[in-house]
């Protein structure tokens, strides 16, 4: 399934998408106010929602509804940094490959849905782009591994890891402040089902385009830390809940890396695609005076 969430006759809603059709779910499955609602519910709650769908009649045209974050407001979003094995050599400081993932947090109110504007603050011009797979938690975690660790997921969405270069080199040692602008990343424009990926997660490609030239492209089969790992190293020192968003990192191409650098001007177009999920787009805008996350 497509899990989505989306608002229509300014009312938020959740659902699925099956072609270029919505099916509200919520409306179907009163006891679940939400995705994040529907995941706590487990497998059960799942085959539900799978059950509702099929067959449904389709009550939304995807063009006539506005996406939201597929998750409304995340607990936690969780960033794995420098996570394929190319960026470790990107930055050119002969460094060995880490023994641990880098690990920051991001705010919920940094990330915008599909199809909503991405902003270039008042404070910067260094708005850069961060295709990611970003991973989705549906049971509780707590020190789980392997195949294990693979079934809390719940599925996969697309994710622009946005970030303020200059902000991010204002310390030493943490880059939190260039990682949480208002509206400087996104997520979607949907989850789709751990089921949908029946082969596992060992070859799925995340491709970066900015108004439709190439930027970034690499499959997860670079990956310094599987998704499986990242799920049980997380999940050793917190408990991880329905809901929560892995980042599992980025493949070279950044802007920030370009000589002169390409960082985002308003008008610009960023495409993050990711196989078996679908394409996640937005339109970057500079910021006025006044402006709300999302505005």
């Not at 998750?71 to 794995?80: D, G, L, S, T």
């Not at 499959?219 to 020192?237: E, H, I, K």
Request: charged share 25%; glycine share 10%; net charge negative.
């Amino acid at each position: 399934m497509k899990l989505i969430s989306y608002i229509h006759g300014e009312a938020s809603h959740w659902g699925c998408v099956i072609g270029d059709d919505v099916v509200d779910l919520g409306r179907r499955l009163p006891a679940h106010a939400s995705v994040a609602a529907l995941l706590e519910g487990g497998d059960a709650a799942l085959a539900q929602a799978r059950e509702a769908a099929e067959g449904a009649k389709p009550d939304h045209a995807l063009a006539d509804v506005r996406i939201e974050l597929p998750i409304a407001r995340p607990r936690r979003i969780f960033c794995i940094g420098v996570n394929y094995a190319h960026r470790n050599a990107e930055y050119k400081d002969g460094s060995d490959l880490p023994k641990y993932p880098s690990i920051f947090m991001r705010v919920a109110e940094s990330f915008v849905g599909h199809g909503q504007p991405l902003q270039q603050p008042l404070e910067s011009k260094q708005l850069d782009y961060e295709g990611e797979i970003a991973i989705v938690i549906g049971r509780r975690a707590r020190r789980v591994k392997g195949d294990e660790a693979l079934a809390c997921i719940a599925g996969l969405t697309c994710m622009n890891e946005g970030t303020i270069r200059d902000w991010v080199h204002h310390a030493k040692f943490n880059v939190t402040q260039g990682k949480n602008w208002n509206a400087s990343g996104a997520i979607g424009p949907w989850i789709v089902t751990a089921d949908e990926f029946p082969d596992g997660y060992g070859a799925i490609r995340v491709q970066t385009r900015v108004n439709g030239e190439p930027r970034q492209d690499d499959t997860t089969a670079n990956l310094m830390f599987d998704f499986a790992y990242l799920v049980g190293y997380l999940s050793t020192f917190t408990t991880l809940e329905p809901g929560d968003i892995i980042a599992t990192g980025t493949p070279i191409g950044a802007g920030i890396r370009f000589d002169p650098p390409k960082f985002l001007q308003p008008g610009d177009v960023v495409e993050v695609e990711v196989s078996g999920v679908g394409v996640l787009r937005n339109v970057v805008k500079a910021e006025k005076l006044g402006d709300e996350v999302g505005a």
